[in-house]
C-alpha cells in the first residue's frame, strides 16, 4: 500500500497555475500553497535519471520537460521561504556531473545557483543508481539533525550489477524516499518499504503532474501545506 507524504487539507485560495488550459478543453494542474516553514531543518535531494531510456525520443521525457516543471516547483516554495531551515541539492545519475551542491531555498540566488544542474548533464545517460545513491546517503549523514528526503526521478530500468543491494539501501535511508516513476512499474521491492513514498507518472498526465509530485517532496515537512489540484471537464480533483 502506497503512503503520502503531503500532509492533507486543502483551501479555496494559494494555489497558482501551472499552464494556463481553459478547463473545458484540456485539464490543467494548479500546485498547491506550500505552507509554513517546517520546524526543523530539511534536506530535499532530488536525483535525476538521465539514460536513454528516458531522454531518447521515444523515452518517458524525451523533451526534458520534467526540468521545466521542477523550476516552477522550486521557485513556488523558495517564494515563501523565509530562513535557511529549508535546502535543496540536486543530483544526477551520472555523478558527480550536475550535482549543485547543498542551496538554501532562501538564498537570493537559488534559481541560478540550481539552474545548471536542472537539464541534462550531458554525461553517459548511465542507469545505475548506486553511484548518485551513495552520494545522496553522504549528503544525509553530512546534514544531521535534518529531516532528509530522497527524491528520485527514473523510470526504474536500472542497470545496477545487485539490483537488490539498491533497494535494500533505499530501505535503509536515513530519511524518506520518494520515488517518482516516470511511465515504467513501481519496483516491487519498495512497494511494502516504510520510508517509501511511491508517484507513477505516466504519458497521459496532464502538464504540471511532475511539478506536482516533487511540490510533494518539498512541502512534506512543511506546516499547513495544501494539495495541488486537477482541473478538468468535470471539476476539481484533489492530488493526494
Known amino acids: ?15 497558482i497555475a501551472v499552464r ?10 494548479e500546485l498547491g500553497w506550500p505552507g509554513l516553514e517546517p520546524k526543523h531543518p530539511c534536506l530535499v535531494i532530488v536525483n535525476f535519471d538521465d539514460s536513454g531510456s528516458v531522454t531518447a525520443p521515444q523515452g518517458n ?3 526534458g520537460n520534467r526540468f521545466e516543471e521542477a523550476r516552477r516547483a522550486i521557485k513556488l516554495v523558495a517564494d515563501w521561504t523565509f530562513s535557511s531551515r529549508s535546502k535543496l541539492a540536486v543530483l544526477h545519475f ?3 556531473l550536475g550535482a549543485s551542491g547543498v542551496v538554501a531555498l532562501n538564498d537570493r540566488h537559488v534559481q541560478r545557483t540550481l539552474d545548471p544542474s536542472l537539464r541534462n548533464p550531458g554525461g553517459w545517460g548511465t ?10 546517503e553522504r549528503l544525509a549523514t553530512a546534514h544531521a539533525g535534518h529531516d532528509v528526503i530522497g527524491t528520485i526521478v527514473s523510470d526504474f530500468e536500472l542497470t545496477d ?3 537488490s543491494e539498491v533497494f535494500s539501501r533505499l530501505r535503509a ?10 511511465g515504467g512499474q513501481v519496483p516491487p521491492d ?8 511511491t508517484t507513477p507518472l505516466s504519458p497521459g498526465d496532464p502538464p504540471g503532474a511532475f511539478a506536482a509530485a516533487l511540490h510533494r517532496s518539498l512541502t512534506a515537512t512543511r506546516r499547513a501545506a495544501r494539495h495541488s489540484l486537477l482541473h478538468g471537464p468535470h471539476g476539481k480533483q484533489v492530488l493526494p
Do not use: C, K
Not at 494556463?20 to 494542474?29: A, L, M, V
Not at 535511508?173 to 516516470?182: D, E, N, R
Open 1 to 15: 500500500m502506497t503512503t503520502y507524504i503531503q500532509p492533507s487539507g486543502i483551501l479555496p485560495g494559494g494555489v
Open 20 to 29: 494556463d488550459f481553459p478547463p473545458e478543453r484540456e485539464p490543467w494542474i
Open 61 to 63: 521525457d524525451p523533451v
Open 94 to 96: 551520472d555523478h558527480p
Open 127 to 136: 542507469s545505475d543508481l548506486l553511484p548518485s545513491l551513495a552520494q545522496m
Open 161 to 163: 550489477a545487485d539490483p
Open 173 to 182: 535511508f536515513p530519511g524518506l524516499i520518494h520515488v517518482v516513476v516516470l
Open 190 to 197: 519498495l512497494v511494502d518499504a516504510d520510508n517509501v513514498t
